[in-house]
Structure formats: structure tokens, C-alpha cells
């Protein structure tokens, strides 16, 4: 009897390890015809590290998708039309250079409609640092005038999901020194250090949106700099 209950042990757990197997799998392939992704139910950090291995293509997630699972079936011509499919419904900035292992994809989240930032860039022309240039972003404050923190964190964490987790108002609240509530500086600062030399432009639905326009003359009533209006 106990010999019974050992192997039926041992082989619910064989059976528990063969089932995992078949519900998370995946498959990345690259010909002249060209690539071909398919994920069955893996966690998103488990994908794009296989992506990462396969191609040197570095990516971010923001902590809060990490562990969803997706399940594609990808066929693309390139790996940025595939990667454009794969995070079809995430908010992200997308840099790419003509060698995949200079490109970075940073994924912020599930996102509300809005367009994917994408930069393309040669990569032995790299752009160097705004310490590098030695200037100061336009819309930077007077160090005179530093926001009031407790103010401006009170009021930040009234913005919408929508507004406050856009690539662009993310860069720009940190380049006039309004700090983040905590939850987003644990999820977003390293990813917007990686992004300090790049020009993320706030999205035009951002612009457009009342809430929005309500909040930045808050800011202009306590003498912070406006971002420049795009386009």
C-alpha cells in the first residue's frame, strides 16, 4: 500500500510537470520569410527574455504586467512589425537601431488607445546625453522656484491612469522635479533614467484632454515651466 501511494505521488507530479509544460510553451523562429512567434500561456517576462536570447533586444516591463500570460501566434516580415503585434495592447517607447542588440522596448503597461512612441536611430550615430550636450530641457524649472513636494504629490495623484502613465508626461514631471507617487517611482525610475536622452513628446490625446490642460495651469500658478506644445 505504501509503495502504491509513492508511485501514484510520483506520477500525479510527472503528470502535474507534463501538463505545466503543454500549457506554457513557445516557439521562436527567424527565416527568409521572416519571423515567427508563438507563446501558449507564458508570463510576459518569460517571453521577452526568450526574445532577449534570441535577438539581444532589451526590454523593460513595468512591474505590474510582468507576470501576465500571453498567448500569440505571430507571423511578421521583421522584428519590429513583430514586436508591434506582440504589445499591440501595451503602452510602450520603442527605440530601434539597425543592429537589434542597440534596440530597447521599454513595455509600461496595458494601455487605454493610445500610440506606441517609436524612435528609430542609426546605432553608431547614438545620441549623447542631455549632461553630454551640456543644455538644459526647454521646458526645465528655475531652481529658484522648486516645486512645493507636498503640493505637487498631491496633485499628480489626481491625474488620470491615462495622463499620469504617458511616456511624455512621465519624462516631463520628472524634468521639472515633481515627484512621482511611490508605486510609479518603483515601477518607472530606471526605466526613465535608460530614457533621459531621448525626446518623448506628451501624446496629442493627452493634450487634448480638459484634466490635463486644468493641471498645467496649476503648475504655471506656482511658476513651473510648461512643457512646449507638440506640432
Known amino acids: 500500500m505504501k509503495n502504491f501511494l509513492t508511485f501514484l505521488i510520483i506520477g500525479l507530479m510527472t503528470l502535474g510537470s507534463l501538463a505545466s509544460q503543454a500549457i506554457a510553451d513557445s516557439e521562436i523562429l527567424q527565416d527568409k520569410q521572416g519571423v515567427h512567434i508563438k507563446f501558449e500561456s507564458l508570463e510576459l517576462q518569460q517571453a521577452v ?46 527605440v530601434w537601431t539597425d543592429d537589434l542588440v542597440n534596440s530597447r522596448i521599454w ?7 493610445e500610440p506606441p ?10 545620441e549623447p546625453t542631455v549632461a553630454t550636450q551640456n543644455r538644459t530641457p526647454s ?16 496633485t499628480v495623484s489626481t491625474l488620470p491612469p491615462h495622463i499620469l502613465m504617458d511616456p511624455g508626461v512621465l519624462k516631463y514631471l520628472q524634468s521639472v522635479g515633481i515627484s512621482l507617487p511611490e508605486h510609479m517611482r518603483r515601477n518607472y525610475e530606471n526605466m526613465l533614467k535608460d530614457l533621459e536622452e531621448i525626446e518623448i513628446p506628451i501624446s496629442s490625446a493627452v493634450w487634448a484632454d480638459p484634466k490635463f ?16 506644445k507638440q506640432g
Request: proline share 4%.
Open 49 to 94: 527574455q526568450e526574445i532577449t536570447d534570441k535577438t539581444g533586444i532589451i526590454f523593460t516591463l513595468g512591474n505590474d504586467i510582468r507576470s501576465k500570460r500571453v498567448t500569440v501566434d505571430i507571423r511578421a516580415s521583421d522584428w519590429k512589425t513583430a514586436i508591434a503585434q506582440l504589445f499591440t495592447d501595451f503602452n510602450r517607447v520603442e
Open 107 to 113: 513595455v509600461l503597461h496595458e494601455n487605454s488607445g
Open 117 to 126: 512612441t517609436v524612435i528609430s536611430r542609426s546605432s553608431s550615430t547614438r
Open 139 to 154: 521646458w526645465s524649472h528655475n531652481k529658484k522656484t522648486d516645486p512645493p513636494e507636498v503640493i505637487t504629490n498631491k
Open 213 to 228: 490642460q486644468t493641471y498645467l495651469r496649476y503648475l504655471e500658478s506656482i511658476g513651473i515651466a510648461l512643457p512646449p
